[in-house]
């Protein structure tokens, strides 16, 4: 069965491909559909695990992937990154693992395959699985009020405007945020490190990010307004630092402790965590920004400076997690294995689903007002729970298959799961993004599409 590069152009694409899938319309069977293995392959045909292959037998042209080599090295060479490690797998094969750089530019060290970065928000998935896992527990409900877990949150207002003295004006939500509406960005939070609204200013001010704890942040989110009304915008957020929350709420144990027991020993993410262990520092990539004069400079990180010598006291959800670039791949092939790996049942192929079914109103996407880092969300592109969802890439111009799933990291890092080719791509860098950051992930996904010659294989 030939397997479809691209997401436009065909009218007699199979369910699992037709964009804008409501999850509140789609039929469960379809749903469970869509989350499965990839239609391209047999699952019981194919060995997944994680051998390292000629690329010719998971339909690459070698000769190709050394063009993704190239323009990702002409980063390096051009002083924009410092240094990179990726990795495409596909049917479960290593396909190509790559290392580019430097690790640590004062010294020289180069870049390792087992390098450990900092993935930021590429937490924001993990965290989703999390939510997920306690889902199937019948703990919470997507249609659920955030407020039936979140009382402190029971009479949140929206914020309407500034008065005649500069005083806030606040509303009443229209409707009490959801659940659903939190895992998606759409529930009325903002952030406070991105946006110059006055509630965003009320997010620094009270510096929510740097709360003590768990608790502080919901304490002080409740005296915070709605930066609009639920449902009606996608705006950025701290949404998943309070699902964070909710994940210790419900569960009774820290973060890391129910991620630890629940992800990463099921799958042997051996080096996935909220802290870099002491004897793991020499494989922690320096992180960079760059200055004024256009020069790279070893950086703590700015607004997303984190303490990774021990356990944080307010683990975040939303982007606190150091990982290397074979542990996310254990995670990313979880999905496209519909919810296990080697055994280890995480999700239900119907929760996957879920996740990777976009949740915003075509209104929203129609207006292409929204965006962060290198994503738009537009009538090509939506967001599901904890991901962005590729709904009809060949209408924007991607190469990537309908249904593919992605998202960034702050200091750069970047990946992409695509169902339909089933294959998953992780590029680790340590450069916090800003104006003037190359976009890798689309310069590697041209290169890695192009590259792709054989998808029947």
């Excluded at 390098?115 to 199937?136: D, Q, W």
């Amino acid at each position: 069965m030939v397997c479809p590069t691209a997401g436009g152009g065909d009218d007699k694409l199979s369910l699992v491909q037709k964009p804008r899938l409501s999850m509140l319309t789609l039929p469960f069977v379809a749903l469970t559909l869509l989350a499965g293995r990839a239609p391209c392959q047999s699952a019981a045909a194919k060995s997944r695990d994680f051998a390292e292959v000629k690329p010719e037998t998971a339909g690459f042209s070698s000769q190709r992937l050394e063009r993704l080599h190239a323009v990702l090295q002409k980063k390096v060479d051009e002083k924009q990154v410092p240094g990179m490690v990726t990795l495409l797998a596909r049917h479960g094969k290593i396909v190509d693992f790559q290392t580019y750089g430097k690790k640590d530019l004062a010294s020289g060290t180069p870049m390792d395959k087992d390098t450990i970065f900092r993935i930021y928000s590429m937490t924001k998935p993990v965290t989703g699985v999390a939510m997920m896992i306690l889902y199937e527990q019948g703990k919470w409900s997507p249609q659920d009020r955030i407020a039936k877990y979140i009382p402190e949150f029971a009479h949140l207002k929206v914020f309407k405007g500034m008065d005649a003295n500069g005083q806030p004006q606040l509303e009443d939500p229209a409707h009490a945020p959801t659940m659903a509406e939190l895992m998606s960005h759409n529930a009325g939070f903002t952030y406070g490190i991105f946006g110059y609204t006055a509630v965003d200013k009320m997010y620094r001010d009270a510096n929510v990010l740097g709360s003590a704890n768990l608790q502080e942040m919901i304490d002080k989110l409740a005296k915070i307004p709605l930066l609009y009304q639920p449902g009606t915008k996608w705006v950025y957020s701290v949404s998943v630092d309070i699902q964070g929350y909710l994940v210790e709420k419900i569960s009774g144990k820290t973060l890391g402790e129910f991620m630890r027991e629940n992800i990463f020993q099921p799958l042997g993410m051996k080096e996935t965590a909220f802290h870099v262990a002491e004897d793991k520092l020499g494989r922690f990539a320096s992180l960079y920004a760059m200055n004024p004069k256009g020069e790279l400079t070893v950086t703590k990180g700015g607004t997303v400076a984190l303490d990774y010598s021990r356990e944080p006291g307010m683990p975040s959800g939303g982007g606190g997690l150091i990982s290397t670039a074979r542990d996310y791949l254990r995670f990313c092939q979880m999905f496209l294995n519909g919810g296990e790996l080697e055994g280890a049942r995480i999700l239900a192929p119907s929760s996957v689903a879920l996740m990777r079914t976009n949740r915003l109103d075509p209104a929203i996407m129609d207006s292409r007002q929204y965006g962060i880092a290198f994503f738009h969300v537009s009538p090509g592109f939506g967001f599901g729970f904890d991901f962005g969802v590729y709904t009809n890439p060949g209408f924007i111009g991607r190469p990537v298959g309908r249904g593919t799933f992605t998202w960034v990291g702050a200091a750069g890092t970047w990946f992409w799961i695509d169902p339909a080719n089933d294959l998953v791509f992780i590029g680790m860098v340590q450069r916090i993004i800003d104006a003037g950051s190359p976009d890798m992930d689309t310069i590697a996904s041209d290169a890695v599409y192009q590259a792709l010659v054989n998808p029947e294989k």
